[in-house]
């Protein structure tokens, strides 16, 4: 919604300065005030910012659509533990690709929690969410992990893993850290002793890569030495 808001508000200053800019050209050249070419110029200037003021007014129109869609679906979601593409499209009265993407946007609003059960073919709601704890109660309990180690022990996909942790986040409900790019997700608990975590091998003076945490133990790359958290 800030977005929209922003859409909105912008989409509305750059229309009226493009449209006063160019309004009052008009007047000056019926006035006999300006030239023709002036009045070009100000037609193209005021065009200059009531175009890109009316796309974005444009695209907080389709925001618009899209959140009131979003919450239709969004409301028939919660009222079902399952349901299916099909059966989801068929409430809304609107097709299953349409269905698809609001289900995407909802999960990226952080507005509910959906998994998608492959092995039916269903969206699920209530056991969504029980899995999305189960994840975070994961990454809690080891205070470091990453995907792979997720997707173990859930069977999940990493976009998924990533959907569950960034939508929880949203939510309120997880407040660690993750790096996509190196597959690792922290705790607040693992961040807050991370920083405490020893950093060079105490025996050969190297620089750890990746600090034990507490009850953790690792190898040196350069001496070979266990160096516990």
């Known amino acids: 919604m800030p977005r929209t808001a922003l859409k909105w508000t912008f989409g509305i200053i750059l229309s009226v300065v493009g449209f006063f800019i160019a309004g009052v050209l008009v007047v000056y050249y019926v006035q006999g005030n300006a030239t023709r070419g002036g009045l070009i110029s100000g037609i193209v200037m005021g065009s200059v910012f009531f175009i890109p003021g009316l796309i974005l007014i444009i695209l907080a129109l389709i925001d618009v659509v899209h959140n009131r869609f979003d919450l239709r679906v969004a409301k028939i979601l919660e009222k079902h533990d399952r349901i299916s593409p099909t059966g989801l499209a068929e409430e809304v009265n609107s097709s299953e690709e349409k269905v698809e993407q609001a289900v995407s946007r909802i999960i990226g609003k952080g507005l509910i929690i959906v998994y998608f059960d492959k092995a039916t073919g269903e969206f699920v709601t209530q056991e969504g969410k ?58 607040k608990e693992g961040v807050e002793l991370l920083e405490k975590a020893v950093t060079i091998c105490p025996n050969c003076g190297g620089d750890l890569a990746e600090p034990p945490l507490p009850g953790e133990e690792i190898r040196c790359e350069y001496c070979g030495k266990i160096v516990k958290g």
């Not at 996909?157 to 409900?173: D, F, H, T, Y």
């Open 130 to 187: 029980a899995i999305a704890e189960k994840v975070i109660g994961y990454i809690k309990s080891k205070r470091r992990t990453t995907v792979q180690e997720l997707c173990e022990e859930t069977g999940m996909k990493p976009a998924e893993i990533k959907q569950i942790v960034v939508g929880m986040q949203k939510r309120g409900l997880f407040d660690g850290t993750y790096d996509w790019k190196a597959g690792k997700i922290l705790s």
